[in-house]
Every structure is written in structure tokens, then in C-alpha cells.
């Protein structure tokens, strides 16, 4: 993204950039947050149909705008709003209780994408669309077929934070920086993602050679089991003890944003449509791919063991049969 004397641009509209964010809740306001801290556009919208609150929340935050690189934070119960957005994150949907999996709130959060994604596009029918709200990789095959967009301009958060999550387990075992930790989470946003271990690496060290030679623990199958359930675990808990996780998925929104506005092409494991990967084709789920200003870009393959290709198999089912059920 080039910068002028008035403001952030995208690079292919040379237009102030403008980033509108869908539901002020916990998520929403935290996406909102981040972008504006992060100076991801120059202005950032809310919109949510409890107009006192989104209001309130965007006020919030626009208040602290002098001590940001962002121009302009407002927010509406109006979807006039959104008019023009080069980037639309949808965080609206049925809340996450706990003991619920996100599959559980399939049903309701469809519902709502029926009747709030045909008054988006219209207002911002050049926009790439991003979801994060839960179970996001059916939502998203869900919003793929409603708006008939190309998938490049259609995707989820995927596992994007889970491969954070992972990261920093690891980073805790080894004290090495989560910068130099190169581990990806894949498959479903949920209960059957998949760590893919055998492409992990510190640096340029595979994972499977960090041992106590090397100032840490051996990393064999119990330990890589064990940081696996815990990302799994991870949203759990903080559901349980707070309500909601935001922040971090808010951060996580935020590297994403600026990869597509900057186009950066970043390798994020967005929740994308895959087609022959892996011999996956037809459902949304999280691999590794390019992010720049087109969207959602070429998907790569790294190695998997034939344990890891069962998995996200298993995980590519899942998901297909959810959306099954709704009539997709």
C-alpha cells in the first residue's frame, strides 16, 4: 500500500481504503480495534442493527484515532454504511455458549447470511468478502454460493489463529520468538483440524530434529499430541471463562486485512474453496495459501504424512456434510 498526504490507499484504487466490519460484538469491535491501531485503512466502518450500541462502540474507538495511523472509525445501523468497502469482515452470527462446537451454530448463522449478504453486496459489490464468524468454513462455502463471487474474493479466517495458537505453544516449549516458528494448522476451523508436524520447522530446522541437543525438549509424539489438543481446547476455555474470544481473533483479522490491502502476499491458512487439493474438491476449509490484493490466491501443498492426508480427509467430510444438511 503506497501512502499520500491524505491517507492510506490500496494499491489497485487510488482511493482512500476503506475496511467495513459486520456485527459489534466482542469480535467485531475487536476486529475494528485492531484495524484501526494496525492503520490497516484509512477508514473503518461498524455496522450492526443495535444502533445505540454500534454506535457507542465506534465512538469508542474514534476517540483514540490521534494515536493511530487510521483516518476515521464510524459506526451505523444503516448498511448504507458499508457503501463502498474495499474489504467487508463479517463477524455477525448465533454466539458461541459454552460446551456448543461451532458445527452446533451452523443452523441460526446461516439463516442470518441469507438475510444480511444480499444488502452487503449490494452496497459494496466490489468487495472481498472475509468471514470469521462460527462454524466459518461452512459459512463460507455457504456465502460462496449465495453471492456467486469468485473464490478469490470469498473466505474465512480459517485456521489463521489456530496456526497462531500452535505457534505459541511451541514457542513456549523451545523459548524461541513465534517469528522464527514455521507451523501450520489446517482442515476445519474446529474439533478436527489438523497440525501439520512433519512440514513444522524452527528456522530452517524441521521440528522433529529439536531435541535437548538443541536446548529443548525431544519433540516426539506425546508432545506434539498434547500441544494439539490444547489449540483444539484453546477457544474452549476462554469461552468458558469470559464468554467470547476476540482479541486475538481481532489481531488475526487484522494480518489478514493488511495482506489483502497491501498486498502482500502472505502464505495464511485462510478458509478458502478447495478443488483436487489433496484430492479435497467442493467445501471451504483452512490450507495454506497466498492472501494478496486479489484475495485468496494459489493454495499450496506442503508434506503431509499419510496420517495428516486421512485427517484433513476426515475433516473435508465433516464439513461437506454440514453443509449438506442446510441445502448446499
Not at 466482542?26 to 454500534?54: E, F, M, Q
Not at 456448543?100 to 441460526?108: C, K, M, V
Not at 453471492?147 to 505453544?169: A, I, K
Not at 476451523?189 to 529439536?210: K, T, Y
Request: charged residues 20%; hydrophobic residues 40%.
Amino acid at each position: 500500500m503506497r501512502e499520500t498526504a491524505t491517507g492510506m490507499y490500496p494499491m489497485s484504487t487510488g482511493r482512500p481504503s476503506k475496511i467495513a466490519v459486520i456485527g459489534a460484538g466482542a469480535v467485531g469491535t475487536a476486529v475494528a480495534y485492531a484495524c484501526a491501531i494496525k492503520g490497516d485503512a484509512r477508514s473503518i466502518v461498524l455496522h450492526d442493527i443495535n444502533k445505540p450500541k454500534v454506535e457507542a462502540e465506534a465512538l469508542d474507538i474514534a476517540h483514540g484515532i490521534q494515536f493511530t495511523p487510521t483516518s476515521s472509525v464510524e459506526g451505523s445501523d444503516d448498511v448504507e454504511i458499508v457503501r463502498g468497502a474495499d474489504m467487508v469482515i463479517v463477524t455477525a452470527g448465533a454466539k458461541q455458549k459454552p460446551g456448543q462446537t461451532r458445527l452446533d451454530l451452523a443452523g441460526s448463522t446461516v439463516d442470518l447470511m441469507k438475510k444480511i449478504l444480499p444488502n452487503l453486496q449490494e452496497v459494496a459489490p466490489d468487495a472481498i468478502f472475509m468471514f470469521i464468524t462460527n462454524p466459518v468454513d461452512v459459512v463460507t462455502y455457504v456465502a460462496l454460493k449465495l453471492m456467486g463471487l469468485p473464490r478469490e474474493r470469498v473466505f474465512g479466517s480459517g485456521t489463521v489463529l489456530d496456526t497462531s495458537r500452535l505457534r505459541y505453544l511451541v514457542s513456549r516449549e523451545t523459548g524461541v520468538a513465534t517469528q522464527n516458528i514455521h507451523a501450520y494448522v489446517a482442515g476445519e476451523h474446529g474439533d478436527s483440524e489438523v497440525a501439520l508436524w512433519s512440514s513444522a520447522e524452527i528456522g530452517n530446522v524441521p521440528l522433529r530434529h529439536w531435541g535437548p541437543t538443541l536446548g529443548g525438549r525431544l519433540f516426539d509424539a506425546e508432545m506434539r499430541e498434547n500441544i494439539a489438543h490444547d489449540v483444539v481446547q484453546s477457544a474452549y476455555r476462554i469461552i468458558e471463562g469470559k464468554g467470547a474470544t476476540n482479541y486475538a481473533i481481532g489481531l488475526t483479522a487484522s494480518r489478514i486485512v493488511g495482506a489483502v490491502l497491501r498486498d502482500e502476499n502472505r502464505v495464511l491458512t485462510v478458509s478458502t474453496l478447495l478443488e483436487e487439493w489433496e484430492g479435497i474438491s467442493d467445501v471451504c476449509m483452512a490450507a495454506p495459501t497466498i492472501v494478496g490484493r486479489e484475495g485468496a490466491g494459489r493454495v499450496l501443498t506442503p508434506p503431509l504424512t499419510l496420517a495428516e492426508r486421512d485427517g484433513l480427509t476426515a475433516s473435508a467430510v465433516r464439513l461437506r456434510q454440514v453443509a449438506r444438511d442446510l441445502g448446499f
